[in-house]
């Protein structure tokens, strides 16, 4: 099967750019969808498709993707971003599955 | 409002079985593909399974042959039969509806905890 790879960890001052990325073959067929999960809580959609954002998401959430490689950029990271972040696709290895990264844990500093 | 959610979980022998339901509400959970998602303490996403709107189902390699998904339309209720069930099964278990046209999971319940152990 696929899988998608992200960085451990990720940091960022207050009011910064930030962009999270997210790397699988899967991703030159299917686009990436992110999700944000705090502690105790069930992950939320917040980016898929080219560059969608649910309705309730900020617009300092985008997507982008290039390649083997999609990003999350957040423009202005606020103190109630810090999160894990997910990325996930199809799985383009032949089956009717879905792979997960294996999560970013953002630190807004 | 648009809603799932989880019942079922509990702690369970290994070997064991354990059915978990997901309810939704605001929608109709077999006009969409619905999917179930867990999470070991303290690790990642994993995707367990998805039943599509016409009715077929898949599974991840890990629960296959162990694991049933299933729903009652007059219930709009979705399942997770989880039979011979092992240690590293224990996870919160989400269910989670795939949005129509790009294949995100845009609604996700609360989850329900599963542990196997003796």
């Known amino acids: 099967s696929s899988e998608l790879t992200q960085d451990p960890a990720v940091s960022v001052a207050l009011g910064q750019t930030v962009r999270i990325t997210c790397q699988g073959d899967s991703l030159r067929s299917y686009y990436a969808s992110w999700y944000q999960q705090k502690p105790g809580q069930a992950p939320v959609l917040v980016i898929y498709?080219?560059?969608n954002r649910p309705s309730g998401i900020p617009d300092r959430f985008s997507g982008s993707s290039s390649g083997n490689t999609a990003s999350l950029t957040i423009t202005g990271a606020q103190a109630e971003d810090e999160a894990d972040y997910y990325c996930n696709s199809r799985d383009s290895s032949g089956n009717p599955n879905w792979v997960f990264g294996g999560g970013t844990k953002l630190t807004v500093l | 409002e648009v809603q799932l959610v989880e019942s079922g979980g509990g702690l369970i022998q290994p070997g064991g079985s354990l059915r978990l339901s997901c309810a939704a509400s605001g929608f109709t959970v077999s006009s969409n593909y619905m999917s179930w998602v867990r999470q070991a303490p303290g690790k990642g996403l994993e995707w367990v399974s998805v039943?599509?709107?016409?009715?077929?189902?898949y599974y991840a390699d890990s629960v296959k042959g162990r694991f049933t998904i299933s729903r009652d339309n007059s219930k709009n209720t979705l399942y997770l039969q989880m039979n011979s069930l092992r240690a590293e099964d224990t996870a919160v278990y989400y269910c989670?509806?795939?949005?129509?046209?790009?294949?995100?999971?845009?609604?996700w319940g609360q989850g329900t905890m599963v542990t196997v152990s003796s």
């Open positions: 498709g080219k560059n």
């Open positions: 989670a509806r795939v949005h129509t046209l790009q294949d995100a999971f845009d609604i």
């Open positions: 039943i599509y709107s016409g009715g077929s189902t």
